[in-house]
């Protein structure tokens, strides 16, 4: 099993539109979590981290499950501007970040 | 407002030769990474550096070496450039916790900023 693992994509969805992304995660020693935006040709960048109460950013809200090891991210009324690669990412204890390999979106006029 | 800066942005090789990719962070963080980026296979980690001094392999660490120089600076060299080596390259840095900052539910996480990546092509 993958350390982190995502939603295959790519997931093409209408402006508007409520979209859903989930990641597993296999070490249960993970400290950190975190979603990652990239862009096309560009350097991966934080989009929120993700804290065990949950939290919301504007359109943006990141859940955490550590029971069932999963954390997801859930994006409302989707822009154009949305557009983009969202990677999970976790850090187990001492070690370095760990990237899961992206689910790509496309948000559709 | 530089953060994390690598270079150099592309790069063409031949076959067996060398190169030295070249990073730098202004952000006074203690730990640096180098990443490759392949279609379909994510971001590998190949070495990282956790302080100043140390260095240590990653996933994919085969055919590259690091140097920690100082702080600020963590370079790649490849000896004897691939094929397989083309891909695009991610310097990153980020600043660990103090022991004081864990254990909190809402103490920040704290995040790794990467450089705009290196396109190396290997032929």
């Known amino acids: 099993r993958k350390e982190v693992e995502q939603d295959p994509g790519p997931f093409n969805v209408p402006e508007g539109a409520t979209v859903a992304f989930n990641c597993t995660y296999s070490?249960?020693?993970?400290?950190?979590f975190f979603w990652y935006r990239q862009d096309c040709r560009k350097e991966p960048k934080l989009l929120m981290s993700?804290?065990?109460s949950g939290n919301e950013d504007g359109r943006f809200t990141a859940q955490l499950n550590r029971a069932s090891q999963y954390i997801s991210l859930l994006i409302r009324d989707s822009k154009l501007s949305d557009s983009a690669t969202y990677l999970c990412?976790?850090?187990?204890?001492?070690?370095?970040?760990?990237f899961g390999k992206g689910t790509r979106l496309s948000v559709i006029a | 407002n530089a953060g994390v800066t690598q270079t150099p942005k592309f790069q063409v090789l031949k076959t067996g030769q060398s190169m030295t990719l070249q990073c730098a962070q202004d952000?006074?963080?203690?730990?640096m990474y180098w990443y490759r980026q392949d279609p379909g296979m994510g971001l590998r980690l190949i070495y990282y550096s956790a302080s100043e001094g140390t260095t240590d392999k990653g996933e994919v660490p085969n055919g590259y070496n690091v140097s920690r120089l100082n702080k600020r600076e963590f370079s790649l060299r490849l000896e004897s450039a691939a094929p397989s080596q083309t891909s695009v390259y991610f310097c990153a840095s980020r600043q660990p916790l103090s022991p004081f900052g864990r254990g909190s539910i809402r103490t920040p996480n704290t995040e790794a900023f990467f450089g705009q990546g290196t396109r190396l092509t290997v032929v």
């Open positions: 993700v804290y065990s």
């Open positions: 952000m006074n963080h203690n730990s």
């Open positions: 070490n249960s020693a993970s400290q950190s």
């Open positions: 990412v976790v850090k187990p204890g001492n070690t370095p970040l760990v």
